[in-house]
């Protein structure tokens, strides 16, 4: 596994520079989002998203079983076992920008939740137009990096039906981010707001 090549290099950093552990647990973090070429060809893009949210904290639900959120790595389907991912539930995980390449090739997916997400990057989003094709339903909340601009990327999503923003303290002008994105997404239902408010059941 890619994080465990990575340990050797960790570990030096440890020792090295125990002060600065911020930038540590970056590099772990980073560690956890790249995507890992050598396993995407053995296990297909839909196994290795799973198993990246899951590492970083987050859950998924499948096109197979939607009722059930699989949140423990050790419990993912055996890696002969086909599946496609329908839900992307990335709250309190720790995805980056980066990560989000592991949304390629995954064609299934209509609902992403990011919410609390410390490590999203303001250009985060970008990486959602890898499944513009069939993401219908997004929330993004408590994404304290993300500003203005960084929302601005959801006008691309064209086939969203549903779009959910709230508690997003560096957002200066929610009220023009709606409105610019309602342009842009005439048959999207959009809730802006600084209150808390849930995706409607599909």
């Known amino acids: 596994m890619l994080l465990l090549n990575k340990l050797p290099r960790i ?8 002060k600065d552990q911020r930038g540590i647990w970056g590099y772990v973090a980073v560690a956890f989002n790249q995507v ?18 899951v590492k970083n904290g987050g859950g998924v639900r499948f096109v197979e079983n939607p009722t059930k959120l699989w949140k423990d790595y050790n419990s993912l389907p055996a890696e002969n ?3 496609y991912i329908k839900v992307v539930d990335a709250s309190n995980s720790s995805i980056m920008k980066i990560g989000l390449d592991h949304l390629k090739g995954c064609k299934n997916i209509d609902t992403v939740i990011l919410h609390n997400c410390k490590h999203l990057e303001n250009e985060g989003l970008e990486g959602l137009h890898h499944i513009s094709n069939s993401l219908e339903r997004l929330q993004v909340s408590g994404c304290y990096n993300i500003t203005d601009s960084g929302l601005a ?4 999503l064209k086939n969203l039906r549903q779009l959910v923003i709230f508690d997003m303290i ?3 002008n929610m009220e023009e981010v709606a409105a610019s994105l309602k342009k842009q997404l ?3 239902d959009i809730k802006a707001t600084k ?8």
Do not use: H
């Open 11 to 18: 570990t030096q950093l440890l020792i090295r520079d125990s």
């Open 170 to 172: 560096f957002v200066k």
């Open 186 to 188: 005439p048959n999207c």
């Open 36 to 53: 890992d070429a050598e396993r995407l060809a053995k296990v297909g893009a839909n196994r290795l998203c799973a198993e990246w949210i």
């Open 195 to 202: 209150l808390g408010v849930t995706l409607k059941p599909k």
């Open 81 to 83: 076992t086909q599946f």
């Open 153 to 156: 990327d959801i006008g691309g």
